[in-house]
């Protein structure tokens, strides 16, 4: 067998070839995702998604030259944006990223967008979230008058790849937008009433990795995946827990049961069952800024910014001393997702651990620990414990110390898969499963590792 993969970024696009059956990458291209469009809005992230369609469309037509045998083609991408169709199916708005920053913007003197829509409806609402993004464009007369429907971009792209005219959207993307009922997995349409939006747009849902029609080639196309839960379907074996450090950083882990608890995240993934997902902001960022002031320190002496800096970097911590006394930081430079006016801190700070190296493990460990202090909660909920601990994103490819200091905090070793393109490779396997209506679970065990 053989499927295809988009994985439909907000910088690049990404496309795989796969044999699901064994775990295999066959192929793998990225272009640059060059769509990026004007509004006027200073605080507006828009995309094309016409121009997106068209670099899709010449990923897939060039796997097919070289694979004309492929049986299914999967997608994923940027979840919580948003895009409006007409009748037709075709684009009567940009796609509003998940960059977007209407919601922020004030609603009246106190209050934003975003928490003016929390308000309303009782559900938390973020800038970026799609029903966020909407809700200020009604408010401001700015939603197309002949919109019919909503969807992501990567809805979009698989409708177009079926010659359809209606999109339809998977539970995970679903619940990205906002104003979406966890428990009964549905739009909670009362609450998009209260927040003067047309329920008449909402797209049909489906719960279940299904054939949503046919490419002019008669190649099934399957329903698109949420970026999250393509890289956990992508990525994780039965049993275990993922990290993810990019510039961000989150955990997940899968359960069957969604029981809510203060500080955890639950998404919709298959088959009935959720993630638990803890999300931070602190991650690959977080360590940058570190390099940031060193090569500013350097800067102020007359020194040069070697090219290797984070190499030497891990070094000094490698060998800085490890223990009770160590320096412990908050490493909430931008904040967190629940507090975006948190600040980072370091303590712990004496004459004998003021140095370089031993700020540069705290800044690292204060990466994991708040990760761990997300999973630390989830394993309270979980019939049993995880036991692998995977890793993913190029802060855990890249950084060895970094995947040394998360194994010794979650207690287990950490696997890294074989391929790098965990979100496209996972939406290739939801293809499998549609095809051949095997579950997630026993997909996930053909994931090979290095």
């Known amino acids: ?188 349409t009362a609450a998009i009433e209260k927040a003067g939006l047309d329920k008449r747009m909402l797209p049909q849902l489906t719960a279940d990795c299904r054939i949503i029609g046919e490419t002019k080639e008669n190649i099934p196309v399957c329903v698109p995946l949420g970026d999250n839960q393509a890289s956990v379907l992508g990525s994780l074996c039965e049993g275990g827990v993922l990290v993810n450090v990019g510039t961000g950083s989150q955990v997940s882990v899968v359960c069957d049961e969604y029981a809510p608890a203060n500080g955890i995240e639950y998404r919709p993934f298959l088959n009935g069952r959720y993630l638990m997902t803890g999300c931070a902001l602190a991650g690959g960022y977080s360590y940058s800024l570190l390099r940031n002031f060193f090569a500013a320190t350097l800067k102020m002496f007359g020194m040069p910014v070697p090219e290797n800096a984070y190499d030497l970097m891990n070094r000094g911590a490698e060998c800085a001393e490890n223990g009770e006394d160590d320096i412990l930081c908050e490493p909430y430079f931008c904040g967190t997702r629940n507090n975006p006016a948190a600040r980072g801190a370091f303590s712990n700070i004496g004459r004998h651990n003021f140095s370089p190296e031993r700020m540069t493990l705290s800044v690292l460990k204060g990466i994991c620990d708040e990760l761990y202090s997300f999973y630390d909660d989830f394993r309270k909920l979980l019939k049993t414990d995880p036991v692998m601990l995977v890793g993913s994103g190029n802060g855990i490819r890249k950084n060895g110390l970094l995947r040394n200091i998360f194994s010794e905090k979650f207690g287990m070793p950490m696997r890294l898969p074989l391929y790098e393109e965990e979100a496209a490779f996972g939406c290739s396997f939801a293809a499998c499963a549609a095809l051949e209506n095997i579950s997630e679970a026993e997909l996930r065990n053909r994931i090979r590792y290095r």
Not at 9 to 14: K, L
Not at 71 to 81: E, F, K, R, V
């Open 1 to 188: 067998m053989k499927t295809i993969g988009l994985d439909i970024g907000t910088t690049s696009i990404c496309g795989v070839v796969t044999d699901p059956e064994r775990g295999e990458l066959l192929q793998s291209v990225t272009l640059a995702n060059d769509s990026s469009v004007g509004t006027g809005l200073p605080f507006a992230r828009c995309q094309a998604p016409e121009r997106i369609l068209r670099i899709c469309k010449d990923i897939v037509n060039g796997f097919l030259r070289q694979y004309p045998d492929t049986d299914a083609i999967g997608l994923t991408g940027q979840m919580h944006g948003v895009l409006c169709l007409n009748d037709e199916g075709e684009p009567v708005s940009p796609l509003y990223t998940w960059q977007d920053e209407r919601g922020g913007q004030p609603f009246d003197k106190d209050t934003s967008y975003a928490q003016e829509l929390s308000r309303r409806t009782g559900y938390p609402a973020a800038s970026g979230y799609g029903f966020t993004t909407l809700f200020y464009n009604t408010v401001n007369g700015l939603h197309p008058k002949n919109a019919k429907s909503v969807c992501t971009v990567h809805d979009y792209v698989a409708m177009k790849l079926c010659g359809k005219s209606e999109p339809v959207m998977h539970l995970s993307d679903a619940a990205s937008l906002g104003l979406f009922d966890l428990k009964n997995l549905r739009f909670d």
